[in-house]
């Protein structure tokens, strides 16, 4: 199989997706806004991992692009607020549409973990015409990528199954990362009503 | 004037179109095929250019937009056959529409300038919304990309009045890249023949 | 005063630092060892910065080689651990000599500011010859960078006087980054504890 | 047998080289003087070629750094003149020792190929340690490269076998390469003369 061939119009859309995404931070750099985009990243997933989960999930090989986390791009945000920004930045694009949502922000999951996901069908011009490709879109804060990033190489050392010790002291971590996202967030809003406060004058 | 905001959409189309042709490049490698990419630039055309442009032409600078090569990508090839090959491929593009083409490859400039011009508009999402951007291509092959490098600067140093006798030495190193074109072609014929009675055993 | 000049072996220093540190996270990701570094970022110093800088500590322009920090690089690092790590190998290389160290991890600043400093010498080949530049490193981790470069920008908001009720904010965040690089670190020596359990049997 | 871990620091060597070859390219133009670089490539020997070879030449795998040409670098030059620039700077460095120079420019290959080869050992730090890698750095203009690139790509389909009448065209090529080289060098100088008069008015 050639998995490279296969999987370039993954890493096409990967590819695109941070580049438009990034034109997005400089444009409000440009413009001397607060730019709600800290940095992003993508990947495609490893071969491994897709053979993996299409297992898991009885797929057939030759209908792997029923799974949507094929394409990755993480888009990571300075404050809470931000992300909701990002999320209505990308609804209203005219190059994806959105196939579907989910708001772990506001509803975390049960180990911790806070992000906004979004899944989208996304067009790549290849040599044989255009194919419409799923990708995933996850939005989080700095602290809580640092958790996740965390937690997802704990889960991969003990292959899903973490030790309920480990897994109680990663809850703490998660409520350390969620208290400096708060209070991060505070400061936020009293900088920007200092900035309101001095250009009223 | 803010020209980093002014120009930022046209930056964002070169990076996008150098990204996406980038991308065609590739998928040839992938499957193992000839690429008639052989590397891509791009470049938003520099500040002090667009006055003069724009001063010559009598175009005020809050309609800058008319001129047609502020955002600029080149497409150099290997063989002069593949020239061709990309402009199909532009011309089958779903996310670009075509405005205008010059065929200076079979209708060379009075100077000895050969290459293929493709001006487009494409979309780009800002952060105001969507932006119709025009843009330039230009594909050649790596001889006449030489050939017009060394030219392009000659032209800056005696500003567009290069001397009779520099303008014929330029005419024969026009001519000698075409000769190096014209071998390499027949070459790549050869190869391909040679290859095709290969596979007819 | 031509800048771009004057910076450029600052600059090349900063490109051959990253260059070098981004090499030895791969070699540990190679020989699939735990990477002390999470990411590397440098920057030179913006000219207007020098500038003020300059004036302020009343070094005149021909001498600014004296500023130890024109040259800056930086090196994350997921756990507090992996900063005395990135300090040791940065100790151990021959293509640098270390001038001064401040170790802003033991021993923070007022302001809540966590970092480890080392400043070095470091020689640069540039078309006049070898060039020894003064650069800065700086070592912290993901929850020390987060919360230095949010201090950062309301620094450069409130021209060093941040009110003092953002202030003690900001104390507050900083104690939330501190516990969160505790939580992890608690977490980090159970997973290598558990991989020596593991391994051991 | 980790080939990644084994070829790292010869990768390693290819970004360094890299990186430091085009900071000089990046000096010229800030000082506005000519650049005898116009661009640079780098990689390192694939697996299968470094078997291949190996075995050619009764290498045992435990001593592939007799290998010269694992870590390569190729600096591209405007014009043949700029290619014993080029080479006077390398001599000149202190960061790399030169172990042997081949001339092919003055005095061509049988084939046609010609390119000026530096063999060099360079000190890379490593997670073990300081590890001397010998790298080979290739110098030639556009139209020697040109040539060459062709020349290789049919050397591979052939297996070094070419067919006469194909080697006698490639002959043909590599001589309107050498007139397209002489054009553009007696260009050169005219320039540089034009300059020179204008220079004492």
Request: aromatic share 8%; with cysteine.
């Amino acid at each position: 199989m050639n998995w490279e061939a296969l999987l370039a119009p993954y890493a096409q859309a990967v590819e695109e997706l941070k580049v438009k995404l990034k034109g997005i931070r400089k444009q409000y750099e440009y413009e001397s806004k607060h730019s709600p985009i800290e940095f992003i990243t993508g990947r495609v997933k490893p071969v491994p991992s897709i053979l993996e989960k299409a297992e898991v999930r009885h797929i057939p090989l030759d209908k792997i692009e029923e799974l949507q986390d094929i394409a990755g791009v993480r888009v990571v945000c300075p404050f809470v607020d931000d992300i909701y920004a990002i999320v209505n930045m990308i609804r209203s694009r005219e190059d994806l549409h959105i196939i579907d949502e989910k708001d772990y922000v506001s509803h975390k999951k049960k180990s911790g973990y806070r992000s906004f996901h979004i899944i989208i069908r996304y067009p790549v011009e290849t040599i044989h015409g255009v194919k419409m490709v799923i990708a995933e879109i996850q939005i989080r804060t700095l602290a809580m990528n640092f958790w996740a990033t965390n937690e997802h190489s704990l889960n991969y050392k003990y292959k899903g199954k973490i030790p309920e010790n480990i897994q109680s002291r990663l809850q703490r971590a998660a409520e350390a990362a969620f208290k400096l996202d708060e209070e991060m967030s505070i400061i936020k809003n009293e900088v920007q009503e200092a900035k309101r406060l001095f250009h009223r004058k």
